[in-house]
């Protein structure tokens, strides 16, 4: 049987399964796939290993996002934060692709799925899953909802820097062991500030209008050269807490070298942030920071794997 010609129009279901993927943003996704990642490695590193427990964390972290995506948009539009001339992240809503509604529904229904599956998690890693997984689920609501949502107030670095890089590490080591460790936390630190600049390049890209829409992000609250600067320490904050696992954890501080290979690009996105004001150019920076920070992942994997290999040697 043939197959249909690019050029014919898709079914239905096909052109609602692209509106719905692309409102839970897919590309966001490693923001959650880095961090647990991390905290599996490290209980690696302490010889502990499970894939199936691995796999659900994993699935309940990207639920937990996608809901979270979802939420923003609809809080975001019903806010009057995002309009059709806006560079918002989806656009469903604004295009018209998604009733506010659904995309309401389809959050919460998200958040319920990560519930379930953190339940489950909870039962089999102990009180400090049900602490982590109640304090994701209040984040990823209060961020854009509420009567002081927490990216309206400037705390969404650091609500990002401890649901998405600390939280979710430790998350995921405490997983694996069932044990709770210090270094586990220090390891989602780094992770923690590089997902923090995502936010924050996206904050200084979007000063102007976020200051006309009432949004008072702490780049919009204290100014271009402010947010520039909180930018570079949250990029080069990253680099130097790897640099401090070394005194800390030998092995853990090995594993993270390979992660110093991104530095000249993050070098280049500071740069860059610091000598423009053109909003083409600081979306590229965030898009580039999105880049760094899964790059950023995957050689701290590969260097977990290198560290785990060495020990059997």
């Known amino acids: 049987m043939a197959s249909p010609s690019p050029s014919q129009p898709r079914t239905i279901p096909a052109q609602r399964f692209a509106d719905w993927w692309r409102a839970v943003r897919p590309k966001s996704f490693t923001a959650t796939t880095t961090p647990i990642m991390i905290g599996v490695g490290c209980a690696a590193l302490d010889g502990r290993f499970a894939l199936g427990w691995a796999l659900l964390t994993l699935l309940a972290a990207v639920l937990l996002q996608a809901g979270t995506n ?18 918002s992240p989806s656009g469903a809503i604004q295009q018209g692709l998604l009733q506010p509604r659904a995309v309401l529904v389809g959050g919460l229904l998200c958040f319920g799925l990560a519930a379930l599956l953190g339940i489950v998690l909870a039962l089999h890693g102990g009180p400090v899953i049900w602490l982590l997984g109640i304090l994701g689920v ?24 401890l649901a998405m890089g600390v939280g979710m590490v430790l998350g995921a080591y405490v997983v694996q062991t069932q044990t709770f ?83 000249p690009r993050a070098i280049a996105l500071v740069r860059e942030a610091f000598a423009t004001t053109d909003t083409s150019r600081l979306n590229a920076v965030l898009r580039g920071t999105a880049a760094l920070h899964s790059r950023f992942g995957s050689l701290w994997a590969v260097g977990f794997l290198a560290v785990v290999a060495a020990s059997y040697l």
């Not at 209040?138 to 309206?152: C, H, K, R």
């Open 70 to 87: 979802l939420l923003n948009d609809y809080f975001d539009h019903r806010n009057g934060v995002d309009s059709s001339a806006s560079l």
């Open 138 to 161: 209040l984040i990823g609501v209060l961020y854009t909802a509420g009567p002081a949502p927490l990216a309206y107030i400037g705390l969404g670095e650091i609500a990002v820097f």
């Open 181 to 263: 460790r210090w270094t586990a936390v220090l390891a989602g630190a780094p992770i923690g500030l590089l997902v923090a600049a995502i936010l924050h390049a996206n904050n200084l890209r979007d000063i102007e209008t976020d200051r006309a829409q009432g949004k008072q992000t702490l780049a919009a609250r204290f100014g271009r050269q402010f947010a520039r600067r909180e930018y570079a320490f949250l990029l080069g904050g990253g680099y130097v807490l790897v640099l401090g696992l070394l005194a800390i954890d030998l092995r853990l501080g090995l594993s993270a070298l390979p992660t110093l290979l991104t530095m």
